[in-house]
């Protein structure tokens, strides 16, 4: 905006600039300089000797055989199991969140449903690892107090039915645990975004519920439903602590597997640890990267 | 009949929840009932006491803690700065420290131990052999959440404005830094210190590799040989986070650093 | 026969009565407006024929039928809501397209009718826009266009204009009285503007706390306003706390001014005297005291408003009044100036004084 386009008597100021210029501007650097020193340090580096000991044998030689023993069938299954698994929760999650959430945040309740909710979501999302391992075998565990409970009052043997807190599905129902408070924290805000309004002018133009659902409310929501499964796909597939507490390692998982090499409880070349590492990487670096781009999407709805 | 509508999607919305507080906190009841280690002759709380006897306990719980401090330092005096930095004077590399606080989604603690085992094994033993390689470990986990917790908390208070204004009526930086931006920055500060605690205590996979008597290493090895001790390993452990997502509230308020706390732990 | 009726309608929200045994009818092809300020219960009347809240007693009937039981979905009425009601995943042409949607018409039909309609907002260029990608006043020309697509009934609008500047109001505002005329169809339209009630109704409802002061057509509402709170809220006025003279006057202070409007009334009657600024005349006051009926005093303030400059005179022991003056002939009444201001007999309105 030059002078000319002004009325006459206003000058025009040029907007508030930090205040840095010439020499200082170099000063300026130093604030973060502390950090991206740090965090190439410890985060980059180690990423980059995983990635190099990948093509390296024990003998230091460069090699392909360890990226290609990721193609056997011990790890293909680790990996599938690893996949299928983060697939299974975030759906489930994802679902279960979304309804919890949804009845919280936009059902009309009191607001100390909600309130509680969030509160909780928090402490259950940070609950998991070797706690919550112990706590679901108190539970459903084979002396646990529900598998009990449904013997002795309802004559239901759980065991019986071939159910095994350590195995795939065992798993899904404790990683649920943290999955869906991770969702109802994640879809909170895209749920809060859901104008009132939207949902009326809905109503009044003849839609039902589902009819709002279907057109409305859902697609709306999808990059943020997306976005979200994605991250609960990455936080169950680089999950290590409560499977390890549940099924010592026993159930072919990557970060199960990774475990096992690097700390020499299976006879292998330590670099396959490094390989494997390198396969999980290279699975959440896509994942978040699918996030990323529908975090960005997902805005567009908040204007 | 929109009252009468609304009292059906009432009922399905009450259904759910109800649904979801069975399943979190059965497990909890569950698990306390196990611990007290119920008998025909009723309740015993053998477990407890085995635990607050054992020496180990109280090592591991104090080592966790200790661990926590250090991470807590180490990240707040690495993200302050940035966080003040990249909030008033740098603004162009916002998206890189975001970028790099997303990272550790990417690499997750069972690849990042990984790395640090390897990558370092040439360091000096005070370095590689002590618990220092698991604190700088611990702080990389913690700064995604320490960063949002300290930027939602800069962007609540417009710090921009705020010292721009202290400026023109005549304060210089330090008493800007002092007066100013820290007493607002508290709320963030201590929510970033809360999560990192909650997270450290926590925190199993880095500390099993490693090897380290950390709180939760303790908790899987009271686990494989004494399940009542272990469920009552997972309560206190459980009382602990309760604790500090209480800090965290507390010292938050409701405002908007609260909620960028609240997301996830590592597991 | 009224098309659209609210009868007795009474909305409780815990200890707030948000409307006390209201009644309104609407005739068909009728422009009614509900003006208050907030709190006053409009958006709540509003609501409640909508559908979206339901009265504790009374009805909502609509050319007959008694709608209270139905859902919102099945009352065919099109809602204009004040901001932000745009589908945002869809463009403007599926906006106006979703209440035929709904309604199983087949794609032809749609694309004609939302087509027809865009023309008559005049926004059929923007079609294909997005919500974020359109203007404050282009998203509430959409919203007009998306309600009458159903070809509803009545026509509720809630505050549509409120969010949007002041002259896309005022041209917007034109729009949808043109509209609604030319459609011929029921409109309830809800604001807290009163020129804007004023300028585009056929009746206007002044509400206050759950309750119609007064419902009657526009000019009778400015002219004629029925209680204080009426005189209050609609235009500027100046309240004259005087008693009942003899022959058509009252004393106010220790003047007899001339009010037609008192005849009849017995004499020493507290009464409210209400008269416009623009039905205030002042004079510079040369020397001497005021002529008879006439009030004398200083020129406290006078504020430019445009084609019209208030002059606020403090009359001594009496309080003060307010005179409209055009601007071009203001410059004689400075400050601390003397004046003298009368106004005609027939000019003023007079109330009783209640408690208020």
């Not at chain 1, 108190?138 to 002396?143: E, K, Q, S, V």
């Amino acid at each position: 905006m030059t002078q000319e386009d002004l009325p006459p008597g206003v000058v025009s100021t040029p907007p508030p600039r930090s205040s840095t210029s010439g020499r200082g501007r170099r000063w300026v650097w130093l604030g973060v300089v502390p950090f991206f020193l740090y965090t190439f340090a410890f985060l980059l580096y180690p990423a980059i000797s995983i990635l190099l000991g990948a093509f390296q044998d024990e003998n230091g030689k460069i090699t392909m055989k360890l990226v290609a023993s990721l193609f056997e069938h011990g790890s293909l299954e680790a990996y599938w199991t690893s996949i299928k698994l983060s697939v299974v929760t975030a759906l489930l999650g994802g679902l279960f969140g979304l309804l919890i959430a949804h009845a919280a945040i936009a059902g009309r309740l009191p607001r100390w449903v909600r309130t509680t909710l969030t509160t909780f979501s928090g402490v259950a999302a940070n609950f998991a690892g070797v706690p919550l391992a112990f706590a679901f075998i108190a539970t459903i565990g084979f002396t646990g107090i529900i598998t009990k409970f449904l013997q002795d009052s309802l004559g239901f043997d759980l065991y019986g039915t071939g159910f095994k807190l350590y195995s795939f599905w065992g798993l899904v129902i404790v990683y649920l645990y943290f999955q869906i408070p991770l969702m109802v924290l994640v879809i909170a805000p895209a749920i809060d975004g859901l104008r009132r309004e939207w949902r009326e002018a809905a109503e009044n133009l003849g839609a039902n519920t589902s009819q709002y659902w279907r057109h409305v409310a859902l697609p709306v929501l999808m990059p943020s439903l997306l976005g979200a499964g994605i991250l609960l796909f990455g936080s169950a597939f680089g999950a290590y602590a409560t499977a390890y507490a549940l099924t010592s390692g026993r159930l072919p998982l990557v970060p199960l597997l990774i475990g096992n090499v690097t700390t020499g409880n299976v006879l292998s070349d330590p670099h396959y640890g490094n390989a494997l590492a390198l396969g999980m990487v290279l699975v959440l670096g896509v994942t978040m990267t699918l996030y990323a781009i529908l975090q960005r999407k997902a805005s567009r709805w908040q204007r | 009949m929109a009252a009468l509508r609304r009292r059906r999607f009432l009922t399905l919305g009450v259904l759910w929840l109800a649904l979801a507080a069975a399943y979190f906190v059965v497990p909890l009841l569950a698990t306390l009932k196990f611990s007290l280690q119920p008998t025909r002759e009723g309740y015993h709380l053998d477990a407890y006491r085995v635990i607050l006897q054992d020496p180990a306990f109280r090592q591991s719980l104090f080592f966790s803690f200790k661990l926590a401090v250090f991470t807590v330092i180490i990240s707040l005096v690495l993200l302050v700065p940035t966080a003040y930095w990249v909030h008033l004077k740098l603004p162009k590399i916002r998206p890189v420290i975001e970028f790099l606080t997303i990272l550790p989604f990417v690499i997750p603690p069972i690849v990042l131990v990984v790395g640090l085992l390897q990558g370092f094994r040439w360091t000096p033993t005070w370095f590689y052999g002590g618990y220092l390689i698991l604190v700088v470990g611990y702080a990389i986990l913690a700064f995604p959440y320490v960063y949002r917790s300290l930027d939602a908390g800069l962007r609540a208070i417009d710090i921009h404005t705020l010292s721009e204004a202290a400026q023109s009526l005549g304060a210089r930086w330090t008493t800007v830094l002092f007066r100013v931006i820290l007493p607002n920055l508290r709320a963030g500060l201590l929510s970033a210190a809360f999560l990192t605690l909650a997270l450290v205590m926590g925190e199993f996979t880095m500390g099993q590799l490693m090897q380290f008597p950390t709180f939760a290493v303790y908790i899987s090895y009271i686990g494989q040989t004494q399940a009542t001790g272990a469920a009552a390993l997972s309560l206190l452990s459980f009382a602990i986070t309760w604790v500090a997502m209480l800090g965290i509230l507390l010292a938050a308020g409701r405002g908007a650093g609260a909620r960028a706390a609240q997301v996830g732990g590592v597991h | 026969m009224p098309y659209l009726e609210l009868r007795d309608v009474t909305k409780r929200f815990g200890n707030v009565t948000a409307l006390d045994d209201v009644t309104f009818e609407l005739e068909q092809g009728e422009f009614f407006s509900m003006l208050g300020p907030s709190g006053c219960g409009k958006t709540t009347a509003l609501r409640i024929v909508a559908g979206f809240e339901s009265p504790d007693e009374g009805a909502v009937v609509v050319d007959g039928k008694d709608l209270t039981r139905t859902p919102p979905n099945r009352r065919d009425m099109g809602m204009v809501f004040q901001a932000y009601s745009l589908f945002p995943n869809m463009t403007a042409r599926q906006n106006v397209e979703f209440g035929l949607r709904i309604r199983k018409r087949s794609a032809e039909q749609r694309t004609d009718r939302a087509g027809e309609l865009l023309d008559l907002v005049g926004l059929s260029a923007q079609g294909d826009r997005y919500p974020y990608q359109m203007s404050g006043g282009q998203q509430q020309r959409v919203a007009l266009a998306r309600a009458l697509a159903i070809e509803p009934k009545v026509l509720l609008m809630d505050e549509p204009l409120s969010a949007l500047d002041a002259r896309v109001r005022v041209s917007l505002r034109e729009e949808i009285r043109r509209i609604q005329t030319e459609l011929g169809i029921t409109a309830l339209y809800v604001t807290h503007d009163q020129e804007e009630a004023l300028s585009i109704s056929d009746r206007v409802a002044v509400m206050n706390a759950g309750k119609p002061e007064q419902i009657a057509p526009p000019l009778e509402i400015y002219a004629e306003p029925a209680t204080p709170f009426v005189a209050e809220f609609v235009g500027t006025m100046n309240r004259l706390e005087a008693t009942v003279g003899d022959g058509g006057s009252v004393r106010y202070g220790g003047t007899q001014l001339g009010v037609d409007a008192v005849r009849g009334r017995p004499s020493g009657e507290r009464v409210l005297v209400l008269v416009r600024p623009e039905s205030v005349t002042v004079e510079p006051l040369s020397e001497g005291d005021a002529p008879a009926g006439a009030l004398s005093g200083r020129v406290l303030s006078g504020v430019f408003l445009g084609p019209v400059t208030r002059i606020k005179v403090e009359t001594p022991e009496q309080g003060q009044i307010s005179a409209d003056v055009p601007s071009a002939t203001a410059g004689r009444f400075n400050v601390g100036a003397s004046v003298v201001a009368r106004f005609d007999a027939a000019h003023a309105r007079v109330l009783d004084l209640t408690g208020e």
